[in-house]
C-alpha cells in the first residue's frame, strides 16, 4: 500500500519562508531593543519636563514644553560635577588595577594547573556569595587602621577586591582560549614567560581586556554601599551616593532634578561602553585571524 508523498517545495515558497523567519527574528529583536531602553527613552523625557507636566495625571511621552530647568536645578542643589569627577577616578583607577592584577593571575591559575589553582577558582566562587553586610564591618576596620577611611584610595581598594574575582573568572576562559602552540614556539625562539605573556598571550586577550574593563568600570560606577559607608563628607561622595540627596527624609523627590541628575550618572558608562566597544569588536576579529 503506497503513502502519499508531499510535495516538493518550491524555490519561492523556499523564499518565502526564510524571509518570514528573518522578519520575526527582526521584530523580536526591536521587541527586546525597545524593552531595555524605554527606561532610559523615560529618563531622558523626565529630565525635560516641568514640574507641572510631571504632577498631570496624564502622563506623556515627549514633553510638551522641553526645557533645562531640571538640569540646572540638579546643579544647584549637589555638587554633581565634583561627585561625577570622584566616581571617574574611583571607577577609572579600580578598573585598571583589576585587569593589571586579573591578567597574570589569570594566566598562571591557567596555565599551571594544581590543587592550589584549583582551590583558587572555587575560592572566587565562594567569594562571590559572600552577603555585603557580612564584610563591611572587617573591611572597615581594616580601613580605619590604614587611615583610609572617608578617602577615594580606600574606596579604590575596595572596588579593586570586590571586582577581582570576576574579573579572573572571566579572563581565565580566555586564556583557555589561547592554544598552547603559540606559547611553545615563542618558548622554542628563547622567548621567557613573560615575554610570552605581554607579546603573545596579551594581544589575543584584547577581547577579554576589554570585556573586563567595561565590567570593572560599570561595577565600580554603579556601586552604592561601600561608597555610602566609607565616604562621610559631601566632596569626597561618589555620582551614585550624591543622587540620595535628591530623595527627602519621606521618600518624595524632586522628580525633575533627579531624573536629571540620574541621566548625568547613566551617560559617563554609555560613552565608556561605546567607545570601547570598537576596540572589542575589532579585537574579537583580529584573534579570529591570528588564531
Known sequence: MSTATKPARGPAARTAARAAGRTGQY?????????????????????????????????????????????????DAQPLLRSALNSLLVAGSASLITVAIAVPAAYVMVRNRSRVSRAGTVWILVSQMFPLVLIIIPLFLILRNLQLINSLPGLTMVYVVWCLPFALWMLQGYVKAVPRTLEEAAAVDGASRLTTLRSVVLPLLTPGLVATLMFSFVTAWN?????????????????????????????????????????????????????????????????????
Do not use: C
Request: proline share 7%; charged share 15%; no cysteine.
Open 27 to 75: 521584530l523580536a529583536l526591536t521587541a527586546y531593543l525597545v524593552f531595555l531602553a524605554f527606561p532610559l527613552l523615560w529618563l531622558i523625557s523626565t529630565s525635560f519636563k516641568s514640574p507641572q507636566e510631571l504632577a498631570s495625571i496624564d502622563p506623556t511621552w515627549i514633553p510638551r514644553e522641553p526645557s533645562l530647568d531640571n538640569y540646572r536645578a540638579a546643579f
Open 223 to 291: 556601586e552604592f554601599f561601600f561608597a555610602l559607608v566609607l565616604l562621610k563628607t559631601p566632596e569626597k561622595q561618589t555620582m551614585s551616593v550624591i543622587l540620595t540627596h535628591f530623595v527627602g527624609a519621606e521618600g518624595v523627590a524632586d522628580l525633575g532634578p533627579l531624573a536629571a541628575a540620574s541621566f548625568l550618572a547613566t551617560l559617563p558608562s554609555l560613552l565608556f561602553f561605546a567607545f570601547l566597544q570598537r576596540r572589542l569588536v575589532s579585537g574579537m576579529l583580529a584573534g579570529a585571524v591570528k588564531g
